[in-house]
């Protein structure tokens, strides 16, 4: 298996832009995580799906942000319209019950200017 | 709230010393811990899981321990190397509306000089 795949690696974007990010769990987990990541407040969980679904989002700052996950080997994290202090490194992760085998994607650093 | 606190949040020391990483969390009821490594730029890979039940586990040069009833870990590096050096962050699991969640800690830039 290829690991959770994230695109893109790095966005650049306009203030104001729609910005999508996407995320390939691997095959067989069940729940999917959105991360994201700053110096100032660490890793800090957005929302998580479990077979499909999304369980909790309260971790969503603001209602610019929202996340969509079709199928079980696809989700989306949108951010319309974006903002600068939304840049930040967004993690997708994956696993299997919730726990087990927790796999980080390698992360798409955004930058909103 | 579950907070989860790191300390310190920056070391360097020099090839070969043996070091300690602080973990802290404020409630004791969880489900197990994680340490996890993270290189620059790239995502975070996972080096240890203490299961609430546990003391301590290890692999390889690291020795990760869990006493949950005074809300710490720390993981334990011997004979440090430079391909060490990383943000090393831990992250303690929760039951949340009959799932399981991470929460993670703002973690320790390591640094070992050649």
């Known amino acids: 298996d290829a690991g959770v795949i994230q695109s893109p690696r790095h966005e650049v974007t306009e203030m104001g832009q729609e910005v999508t990010l996407r995320c390939k769990p691997i095959?067989?987990?069940?729940?999917l995580f959105w991360y994201r990541q700053t110096m100032m407040r660490g890793l800090e969980l957005l929302i998580y799906f479990n077979n499909n679904v999304p369980i909790d989002d309260s971790g969503m700052p603001e209602d610019r942000f929202s996340a969509k996950m079709p199928n079980a080997s696809f989700s989306t994290l949108k951010i319309q319209p974006s903002e600068p202090r939304d840049s930040a490194v967004y993690f997708c992760?994956?696993?299997?019950?919730?726990?087990?085998?927790?796999?980080f994607g390698s992360g798409t650093r955004l930058t909103v200017v | 709230k579950q907070e989860v606190t790191q300390i310190p949040a920056a070391l360097s020391v020099p090839e070969g010393e043996n070091l300690v990483l602080n973990c802290s969390f404020t409630?004791?009821?969880?489900?197990?811990l994680q340490w996890f490594r993270q290189d620059p730029g790239k995502g975070l890979t996972s080096l240890l899981l203490i299961q609430s039940s546990q003391r301590e586990q290890t692999s390889g040069r690291l020795n990760a321990s869990l006493d949950k009833s005074s809300g710490r870990s720390t993981l334990y590096i011997a004979a440090s190397q430079p391909g060490d050096s990383a943000t090393y962050l831990c992250a303690v699991s929760l039951r949340t509306s009959g799932t399981y969640k991470y929460i993670f800690g703002t973690g320790t830039r390591l640094k070992v000089l050649a």
């Open positions: 095959s067989g987990h069940d729940y």
């Open positions: 992760a994956s696993s299997l019950g919730g726990l087990i085998g927790y796999t």
């Open positions: 409630d004791s009821a969880i489900y197990n």
